[in-house]
């Protein structure tokens, strides 16, 4: 049996090699625990084998190290007569193999060491005077010393032959997972289950009765791999080559994956023996298990859970486990407790894709695995922990958001959804405010189909947040600008603003000079609607945000039309995230801006409300606020409900933009009112067919309800009567 000490952060850890059994067998008891007692201490110990078994305390190693004292004292010639003859000389010999065979005794078996008084009761050779004072003086003194050596071990009342994993803290996994997997308490209630993407495992969450913050459980496939497919793969992990192949291009990182994955299914074809019932759709499966674990680590399940939003490794990563913020259920607490060389191993990795470095010299990163949908930000040796490390992953969702799922979810009702969107296409810019993890970003996604594909959008970002690949697959016009160097950002600004009008998105840009430039240039030139997102609670804060921390002039926050509030809050049901606020930025202040409160959240009804957009028939204002107007007569709305007059507190930008368009007020609230509706039919279709809420049937959706708008203009019976015929086809 072959061992290595090896440090993980603040924690010494004894490998062993090949290993098949775990504690439950005697001779790896007795061979753990003899190699052990030779070893500097360690506070776990793990036996590596195609079925890891990981024990997560120093018991192994104390346990070890007492047996090794016990032995130590049996050998010291203090605790025997210091002139012996030879009769005596004999005796102590026996007394001593004794003894020793005692302690081999519990090596093999420790649960045994709650005997050991009963182990230790040695009887004189003799029964003679002499002999029974020499046991007494001596050889009781001996056995005080040992059976005080095991005392303090109170973990030895509770080991018996069927406690050893429980007592030592096992954990198993297949031997390419890294890190601690532990499972839920058992006091703990099931509250949710669902399945990740592409049938990649089960994600379990859990309430706990003494800890407030939720446990997130993944119940993955290959922990239920059959044990030849484990050992089949064991051999390929462990197979030795006589030089590198000629097509492993190690140095390019980011064919990392791909390689593995060859490579992987070349090995395990080669090593498939003839009686192994296995296919090679399996032999696929298991080349792409492998090569997913040894490129993405720990990230890689993770990544096919669309309600995670990030994930957080606190250093050090032995000691503390996992947590991700969840969509719904907030923080949550993963039971994984990754170890510092593998964090490190996968920051040097990304580092080389980047064509830099992640050491003592550059201890932070930031980086990105855009595959998964993840950035990264790494940083070593964080506040006191030496030789560990600290990672920060924010992941986005795998498919792009849209106005409809977030319907789905009541984050805005669709009048609401259909206000914000009518007045985007007519040209108005939005900043959409709240704290971290009120889904701004994602907010500011849903609105390029709401803009639509008629209309030029440009991107500001410094990390890849936004799904473009996809909006451009779907017809969207999109150009991305990465903030990579502000410097030459005014150069890209320039440039864009040749290119015509187009839609300004400024999303998740960290840096201030980049913001600036591109708000100051869109409001110089006028013809360019920004819509951003910004980290501010309050409309005061975006206020000083742009004129006094980025020194923009007052004239600059007039040029915003429209400022939308996001929220999140925790529910017994889980965490929700509300847009709960949407206010137009007046035109005629001076110093201290003025605001006209279009929508507002109820939080006791949990629904956003019409406050100062329309007046009229109060029955219809309450049933325009539900997310089902399927039985609203949209005709006799419009003739009841008008848009609040400006004089009254009402919108001064609707009348703006009729104005500009050459429109009535009550056209304009005829198509509001009938996108308001279409919406609303989505989300009812939804309930059988999900996929409707996904951005493949929305732009779809969109595009035959513009086309039929655009055909027979403010008809609206009739445009909403072939919506419907075609919605039903679907």
């Not at 850890?13 to 007795?30: D, T």
């Not at 079925?51 to 346990?63: A, D, I, K, M, N």
């Not at 102590?92 to 004794?98: A, L, M, S, V």
Request: aromatic share 10%.
């Amino acid at each position: 049996m072959r061992v290595e000490i090896k440090d993980s952060g603040p924690l010494k850890v004894a490998v062993f090699e090949g290993v098949e059994a775990s504690l439950e067998n005697p001779n790896v008891r007795a061979a753990v625990l003899k190699e052990l007692e030779t070893q500097p201490p360690v506070h776990q110990v793990v036996l590596r084998a195609p079925v890891t078994h990981v024990f997560c305390t120093e018991r192994l190693s104390v346990l070890a190290h007492t047996i090794a004292r016990a032995k130590r004292t049996v050998l010291d010639e203090s605790y025997y007569p210091s002139a012996p003859s030879k009769r005596c000389r004999e005796c102590i010999r026996e007394q001593k193999e004794k003894l020793l065979r005692v302690f081999a005794e519990i090596e093999r078996n420790p649960h045994r060491a709650r005997e050991l008084k009963q182990m230790l009761r040695l009887k004189p050779r003799e029964n003679t005077k002499k002999c029974r004072e020499c046991v007494e003086k001596h050889l009781a003194k001996l056995l005080r010393v040992l059976n005080g050596l095991f005392a303090p071990l109170k973990f030895l009342k509770e080991l018996n032959e069927d406690s050893y994993p429980r007592v030592f803290e096992e954990r198993q996994k297949p031997f390419f997972v890294e890190g601690v997997w532990s499972t839920p308490p058992k006091n703990a209630k099931l509250i949710d289950s669902y399945k990740l993407r592409e049938n990649r495992g089960i994600v379990k969450i859990y309430e706990r009765p003494d800890n407030p913050v939720g446990f997130y459980e993944l119940e993955l496939p290959e922990f239920k791999l059959p044990s030849d497919q484990l050992a089949l793969l064991y051999r390929a992990f462990n197979y030795k080559l006589e030089e590198a192949p000629g097509h492993a291009r190690f140095a390019y990182s980011d064919r990392m994956f791909s390689f593995a994955q060859d490579w992987y299914l070349v090995l395990l074809h080669l090593l498939k023996e003839k009686k192994l019932q296995i296919s090679n759709d399996q032999i696929e499966r298991l080349a792409n298990m492998i090569a997913r674990w040894l490129t993405y680590r720990v990230l890689d399940p993770f990544a096919y859970d669309d309600y995670i939003t990030d994930i957080y490794v606190s250093a050090p990563p032995e000691l503390q486990p996992i947590y991700v913020e969840h969509e719904r259920w907030g923080k949550l607490e993963t039971g994984i407790r990754w170890d510092t060389p593998s964090v490190l191993g996968l920051g040097e990795v990304l580092a080389s894709r980047l064509g830099s470095s992640f050491d003592e010299v550059r201890p932070q990163l930031d980086a990105e695995i855009p595959e998964l949908g993840m950035r990264l930000f790494l940083s070593r040796y964080p506040a006191i922990w030496a030789r560990s490390v600290e990672l920060a992953v924010r992941k986005r969702r795998s498919n792009p958001w849209t106005q409809p799922l977030f319907l789905s979810r009541r984050t805005l009702t669709p009048l609401a959804s259909s206000f914000l969107s009518n007045v985007l296409r007519l040209g108005s810019s939005v900043f959409v405010i709240g704290e971290m993890g009120t889904a701004k970003t994602s907010q500011v996604e849903t609105y390029i189909p709401e803009i639509g594909p008629q209309h030029r959008i440009v991107t500001f970002q410094d990390t890849e947040e936004l799904h473009v690949e996809e909006f451009l697959q779907h017809g969207y016009k999109i150009a991305n600008v990465r903030i990579s160097d502000p410097e030459h950002l005014e150069r890209q600004i320039n440039a864009f603003l040749r290119g015509g009008a187009s839609y300004w998105l400024i999303t998740e840009v960290r840096e201030a000079s980049a913001v600036r430039a591109a708000l100051g240039a869109a409001a110089r030139q006028g013809s360019q609607p920004v819509v951003a997102s910004f980290h501010a609670r309050s409309k005061r804060e975006v206020f000083d945000l742009v004129v006094h921390i980025m020194g923009l002039h007052e004239a600059a926050f007039r040029y915003i039309d429209l400022i939308v509030s996001t929220a999140r809050f925790s529910t017994p049901s889980g965490t929700i995230r509300r847009i709960v606020e949407i206010a137009e930025v007046r035109k005629d202040w001076r110093e201290e801006p003025r605001y006209v409160e279009l929508f507002a959240d109820d939080r006791s009804r949990d629904l956003l409300l019409v406050k100062n957009l329309l007046v009229g028939d109060r029955r219809l204002i309450k049933q325009l606020n539900s997310f089902d107007l399927s039985k609203l007569d949209l005709s006799k709305t419009a003739k009841k409900v008008r848009f609040a007059p400006p004089s009254r507190g009402g919108s001064h930008l609707i009348p703006e933009l009729c104005r500009r368009l050459g429109i009535k007020d009550d056209d304009f609230l005829k198509q509001l009112l009938l996108e308001a509706r279409v919406k609303s039919d989505l989300l009812q279709l939804s309930k059988q067919k999900p996929e409707v809420l996904e951005l493949p049937f929305v732009s779809k959706a969109y595009g035959v309800y513009f086309t039929l708008l655009k055909q027979h203009g403010p008809h609206i019976k009739r445009v909403l009567g072939e919506w419907r015929a075609w919605l039903k086809k679907q």
